[in-house]
């Protein structure tokens, strides 16, 4: 493991303290006392060489003086023991003078010069040992002051992450506020939608009143008609004495009516039966649009509330478990630090513990060595000697103590080191696996959100094309009205016409009718009875339209009613605080209610209109009816009573043509001006509410297609966030399989050929991973299936490492199928070197016979 910069550092500091305190010991020594040391060591050598040198003249001399005292014995042959006691007395003399000259060596400046040595040494170590003593304080200094800053770092991590935490939170809860927002911003889409509906609610009185005028008009025009009845009967009064002809025509006349009235009976309860139709169908998709927003809009609450305290379970427990993780740590930290300090204390006071008893062993000792110096020379030897060893192992066991402590201090630096490191990865690796579980469900909210909005755009896309329709269809209404307009006009034109050729017909038997007064009696009491049947037949088709348009306005306030009572549920549910995607599906429901409630006006306006058109198709070819069949009776009676009352009946027949036509005129113009001035106003708000609701329509789906940006800008963020994470993950997760499968292909290359090459180890350690599979696949070419089934069969080793390798590669295989180009990956993948041998050895145990 290499030094770090700060150990470096350290090391570098102690060697210049080393080298300075030997400089200063050095310093401190005086130049005379240099000059005394030389000055004394060489008198001592030159008094030492010449004790030596007498002493070997003397040995030298005795052991000459002593063979030539016996030189007779030695050449007469002695005797052993004449050789003993002369060796005896040869070597006696030579120790005495060696044990003198040592006594001369160990007595006087000699001896107290070996021991200035002595202490001279003891004092340098001392000296070492305190610049060594000072070097470690200095360096337990150092890790002190760097266990604080590890300290304010861990700190200062620990607020840092908290801020992270801090500004997630204050993010998310931005982003609610967003929600919360955009989801009133919808509220007010739905306000606008039930105004909407108000607005169009509020057009079903107008579209009765029409009805009621329209049916206002055929009543006065039968009126009318029965005025000119009444009229024409008082003229025919005068016409009834001109004989079983003019009967005729008024029996005739008679049953043309009746046949007009059961027409008319019959179109009214025709009528009467499609109101209640249409009014019990609104009445019953009123019902069902009712229910379907109470049930959804419960749907929505019931999810709103379990989502929102899902988050919020789920913020406040993660919150809490880091709060809880980043307190244990930093007490942890906080507990290593002080007991760090604490046996950094210890080894202080231990050590200078040491220093002072080796300070007063050693002054001990100088003062057992000046007591002792004028024992024997063998004590003094032996004393000197145990304590120069003693102070070396002193010394040796304070040097040793000293790397100790280093070693320990070093160690304990690199476990706190790599103890914080590794806190720190678990904290990141945390604090990643969080935002990732974040992450993740934030891109499952925002892909339900867009799929709502999706949906909920193609409804608005639909509801905008339905309200196009319905303006081009009362576009098409205001034409169909126009043209009834015109058709009136061409009507009264011919009414005009006919009861001016009427009045130039009766002109002539103006006063032949007053002669036949008694004839008509019969027909004006006929025409009474034809009045009443009118009467009964108009109060009848009131009272069931009266009926039919009170029952719809009920219906119609109740589901006012229903509409309020669902506006403060969508306001209750707002006040709850539900996400987004449950106002989302209730703004859709919304507006597929608004589409269901436009067509079914779209419809009513419809059948309206054919209604009004095929009323006043009818009320046309009734009256033409009514007139030809006056105009026939009228002709013929003037033809039978030409031949006697000429003129007189020219004359009745003038005036009351005169008086029909302007009578008839006058009223067909002035209620047919006034139906279709009524029919246009209707229309014109019909169209306008149309536009309003289309306009409001348009700026809630450009405030809807806003927001759906926004969405799908966000959504695309987050799904390419989580597609890069998914694809680093599936990296790193494939590259540690095709890793465990070479390492495997190793273990199954050795069952068929134990011996590798080096240059195959040195290919393997560079970095080709892939070389000892294709030494497998090319062994397992070489072997048979039988064999390597047997090998299989036999080898417990060899089939568990197969095993493995067949289940780690079909994992990977598995996974690279799951993603979207998974099959040309996984056909790449099976024609690999790891994929050749899976075949392989798949077909050698029968994994792929089937």
């Known amino acids: 493991m290499a030094d770090s910069p700060a150990q470096q550092t350290e090391a570098t500091n102690m060697s210049s303290d080393e080298h300075a305190a030997d400089n200063v010991s050095q310093e401190h020594q005086p130049a005379h006392e240099e000059a005394w040391v030389e000055e004394e060591t060489s008198e001592a050598s030159s008094r030492d060489r010449m004790l030596a040198i007498v002493f070997g003249a003397l040995m030298v001399g005795w052991a000459g003086f002593c063979v030539w005292a016996q030189r007779d014995s030695l050449s007469g042959g002695a005797a052993p023991s004449d050789w003993m006691s002369g060796l005896f007395e040869l070597l006696v003399p030579l120790l005495l003078l060696a044990l ?29 040992l305190e610049a060594r003593l000072t070097v470690v304080n200095r360096e337990l200094s150092l890790a ?47 306000e606008s939608a039930v105004a909407n509906m108000e607005r169009l609610r509020d057009q079903f009185p107008v579209l009765g009143n029409a009805a009621r005028d329209m049916t206002n008009l055929i009543g006065s025009v039968g009126n009318i008609a029965n005025d000119q009845v009444v009229a024409l009967t008082s003229a025919m009064g005068q016409l009834e004495d001109h004989g079983a002809a003019g009967r005729a025509h008024v029996e005739a006349m008679t049953a043309l009516i009746a046949r007009t009235i059961a027409e008319f009976e019959q179109q009214s309860s025709q009528l009467g039966n499609n109101a209640l139709a249409t009014f019990a169908d609104l009445n019953r998709q009123s019902e069902d649009f009712q229910r379907k927003i109470y049930e959804r809009d419960q749907q929505a609450l019931a999810e709103t509330e379990a989502r929102a305290e899902k988050l919020v379970d789920f913020l406040d427990s993660r919150n809490a478990k880091l709060i809880e993780i980043e307190e244990r740590s930093i007490a942890q930290i906080r507990e290593r630090v002080n007991i760090l300090a604490s046996e950094c204390d210890d080894i202080l006071e231990r050590m200078g513990e040491n220093r002072d008893q080796a300070g007063r062993e050693l002054v001990d000792m100088i003062e057992a060595l000046e007591t002792r110096l004028t024992e024997a020379i063998d004590r003094v030897a032996m ?14 066991a304070l040097a040793e103590e000293a790397a100790r402590i280093d070693a320990s201090l070093a160690q304990g630096f690199a476990g706190f080191e790599a103890d914080l490191a590794r806190r720190q990865d678990e904290a990141a690796r945390r604090e990643r696996e969080a935002l990732a579980a974040l992450e993740h469900r934030m ?9 709502r909005e999706e949906a909920h755009l193609a409804h608005v896309e639909q509801l905008a094309q339905r309200s196009e329709s319905i303006a081009e269809r009362l576009a098409a209404i205001d034409a169909d009205i126009a043209s009834l307009g015109s058709r009136f006009t061409e009507t009264n034109g011919d009414i005009a016409g006919s009861m001016e050729q009427l009045e130039g017909r009766l002109h002539a038997s103006r006063q032949t009718l007053d002669d036949n007064s008694r004839a008509v009696a019969s027909l ?51 006040a709850r605080g539900a996400v ?20 079914r006006l779209e419809a009513q306006l419809a059948d309206v209109a054919e209604r009004s058109k095929a009323l006043a198709e009818q009320t046309r070819g009734e009256l033409q009816d009514a007139i030809a069949a006056l105009t026939a009776g009228s002709q013929a009676a003037v033809e039978s009573l030409r031949s006697d009352q000429n003129e007189a009946i020219r004359e009745v027949a003038d005036t ?25 106003e209707a229309t014109e708000r019909a169209s306008e509410a149309s536009r309003e609701s289309a306009r409001q329509l348009r700026d809630q789906l450009a405030a809807v297609n806003e927001l759906t940006g926004n969405l799908e800008q966000r959504v695309a963020t987050a799904r390419e966030r989580a597609e890069e994470q998914v694809d680093h993950d599936f990296t790193r997760r494939m590259a540690a399989i095709t890793e465990a499968l070479n390492s495997s292909a190793i ?27 294709r030494r497998a696949v090319r062994l397992l070419d070489k072997q048979e299936a039988r064999s390597v089934h047997e090998i299989y069969m036999n080898d417990s080793e060899f089939r568990e490492t197969v095993n493995r390798y067949i289940h780690d590669f079909e994992a990977m295989l598995r996974n690279v199928l799951s993603t979207r180009d998974g099959n040309a990956v996984a056909v790449t993948l099976l024609s690999s070197d790891v994929g050749k041998l899976y075949v392989m050895l798949a077909q050698a145990i029968d994994r792929l016979r089937d």
């Not at 840092?160 to 989801?183: F, K, M, P």
């Not at 499952?444 to 867009?450: G, L, M, R, S, W």
């Not at 009223?667 to 009524?678: G, K, V």
């Open 100 to 128: 003198l000259w040592q006594a001369l060596l160990r007595t006087g400046r000699a001896q107290q010069r070996r021991f200035a040595d002595t202490a001279r040494m003891l004092a340098a170590e001392s000296s070492a």
């Open 443 to 451: 891109a499952q909210f925002d892909e339900q959100i867009a799929g």
């Open 747 to 773: 273990d199954i290359s050795r069952a068929f050929e134990d011996e590798v090459a080096d240059t195959q180890w040195a290919q393997y350690l560079r970095g080709d991973r892939g070389i000892f599979t």
């Open 656 to 680: 009351i043509a005169r008086d029909s036509n302007a009578a008839i005129a006058e009223a067909l113009a002035r209620e047919a001006q006034s139906a279709i001035t009524e029919l246009q």
């Open 524 to 574: 004006t009491d006929d025409s009474v009875r034809l009045l009443e049947v009118l009467q009964a037949g108009k109060l009848q088709a009131e009272g069931e339209l009266t009926g039919a348009i009170a029952e719809a306005r009920d219906r119609l306030t109740g589901f006012h009613g229903h509409a309020e009572r669902v506006g403060a549920l969508l306001k209750d549910a707002e």
């Open 383 to 396: 004393t000197d000697e145990g304590a120069i060893a003693n102070a070396r192992a002193r010394l040796s």
């Open 580 to 599: 987004l995607a449950g106002h989302i599906e209730t703004a859709k429901n919304d507006g597929t209610g608004a589409v269901e409630v436009l067509e």
């Open 144 to 190: 002190r002051d760097f266990i604080a800053s590890q300290s304010r770092d861990l700190e200062s991590l620990g607020r840092v992450a908290t801020e992270r935490l801090t500004g997630s939170a204050e993010t998310l809860q931005g982003l609610i506020t967003v929600n919360g927002d955009r989801i009133e911003r919808i509220s007010h889409v739905g």
